[in-house]
């Protein structure tokens, strides 16, 4: 058993790295990107609705590009740290580029000239943070056995989760602007930022970059990697045959593969929900940066009960059922925001001036928050039960594998049905038939894993 020290040094870890997707990938700078590139096309002379489009497009092929890379890129990872025997030295260089590409988003102005370079560094930094995770949760298996690990995974997304609530409201309280060019406290950014230029909302790549410097000393302090692991030298052909023996011991394992295959589709899924939910709001519902940072801390709150829940349930049912009912929650969500638009619902028109729309949207926030962070916790636990301890990050890089190697698959779906029809709620309907794929494989996986219970 680990010590407690090391089990929270572990946790941090998802503290630190969490604001990354929060502020970057859905609420801040996600949204700041589209409104940017909607306006910089318009000036090109695209109609509003094809701007729309273009503006999610563009911000879907880098997401495309990013989850391929992970894809094919983290099981050779995972073979390379084992075979060195050292996790901690990748965690360090994945978190230096992390850092470093966060902090450089500052570049993004109103006027869209860095548009392109920004996407580049925002998406190499994701790279990198996603990186590090997937080695880092090869460490998990080293903290405790049996049900605990539930409880400590759901603990840790948890906290991850609190970071990204405490983040986002000093964004919102003290640096982004909306169109008036004043805080969610009525007043300009702080520090003497340039509204015009919008220097509160881009500064969120620098506070991105300093939350992540600050949180992951712990981190490094307190955990060390789980004692002597046998070492093979590094050479190319070695770190080849430990990957694909591990790819044939997966043919070999039908609950894994079930479970691989379910992961891929649904992790794919959540994925386009968090990194299109932002885009959705400001193009559909015409919200302000504001509004979806609001719409944020609700969903960031509800994630960081309900996986703390989460991760109680998982160590008294197991992973299995929290997947379950997390998926049948986010399938229900994805509907009604696909049948939702600012003047009807479901096709039923609203009265001129309802809020109801930006009501259930919020509604929809606090669900995705809550059910995502569960199926992410509950679907490393169940990996878990899968792994081999000595050869966990292995294990792992197929865990990110199979939440990447499809990663292409929801953006240029959702690039694709929005090209074709021209709608942004159209768009987003492959999403709903990748959950659906998922909760259907997941049949066939063994609630314990490959190991006794």
Request: charged residues 10%.
């Amino acid at each position: 058993m680990a010590t407690k020290k090391r089990i929270w040094g572990w946790m941090i870890f998802d503290l630190a790295q969490q604001p990354y997707a929060t502020l970057g990938l859905t609420f801040i700078f996600g949204p700041y990107f589209a409104a940017v590139a909607t306006a910089r096309f318009a000036r090109e002379g695209m109609g509003p609705a094809e701007a729309d489009a273009a503006a999610q497009s563009l911000w879907g092929m880098g997401q495309t590009l990013a989850g391929l890379f992970i894809a094919f890129t983290a099981p050779v990872l995972g073979a390379l740290a084992d075979a060195s025997g050292r996790r901690m030295p990748w965690i360090a260089a994945f978190s230096v580029i992390t850092v470093a590409c966060a902090a450089g988003l500052w570049v993004l102005t109103p006027d869209g000239s860095m548009l392109i370079p920004a996407l580049v560094l925002f998406f190499a930094g994701f790279v990198a943070a996603e990186s590090a995770t997937n080695v880092n949760n090869a460490l998990l298996p080293s903290l405790a056995t049996g049900p605990t690990i539930g409880r400590i995974s759901g603990s840790g997304a948890a906290l991850g989760y609190w970071g990204g609530v405490a983040s986002l409201i000093l964004m919102l309280l003290f640096l982004a602007e909306n169109d008036a060019g004043v805080t969610l406290l009525g007043t300009p950014p702080v520090f003497g930022l340039d509204a015009e230029a919008r220097e509160g909302t881009r500064a969120v790549g620098p506070v991105i970059a300093l939350w992540y410097a600050v949180f992951i000393i712990p981190f490094f302090a307190w955990v060390r990697d789980a004692g002597p692991v046998a070492r093979t030298r590094v050479t190319a052909r070695n770190v080849a045959a430990r990957l694909w023996e591990t790819l044939r011991d997966v043919a070999r394992r039908p609950s894994l593969a079930a479970f691989l295959g379910a992961s891929m589709l649904y992790r794919d899924a959540l994925a386009a929900v968090y990194a299109f939910g932002g885009l959705y709001a400001t193009l559909v519902l015409d919200w302000s940066v504001i509004q979806i940072g609001v719409f944020g801390i609700i969903g960031a709150i509800s994630a960081a009960i309900l996986t703390f829940a989460g991760g109680l349930a998982d160590a008294r049912l197991g992973p299995k059922p929290v997947i379950r009912a997390a998926i049948w929650i986010l399938i229900a969500v994805s509907v009604l925001v696909v049948s939702m638009t600012r003047d009807s619902l479901f096709g039923l028109a609203l009265p001129p001036g309802s809020r109801l729309p930006d009501i259930l949207f919020y509604v929809c926030g606090a669900l995705i928050g809550g059910a995502g962070g569960a199926l992410y916790s509950a679907s490393r636990s169940l990996m878990v039960r899968h792994a081999d301890p000595a050869r966990a990050t292995e294990a792992f890089g197929l865990f990110a594998l199979s939440g990447r190697a499809t990663a292409f698959l929801a953006p240029m779906a959702i690039t694709f049905a929005t090209w074709m029809s021209g709608s942004v709620r159209a768009g987003l309907l492959p999403v709903i038939a990748l959950f659906a794929l998922g909760l259907f494989l997941l049949g066939w996986v063994n609630k314990n894993g490959d190991r006794a219970a």
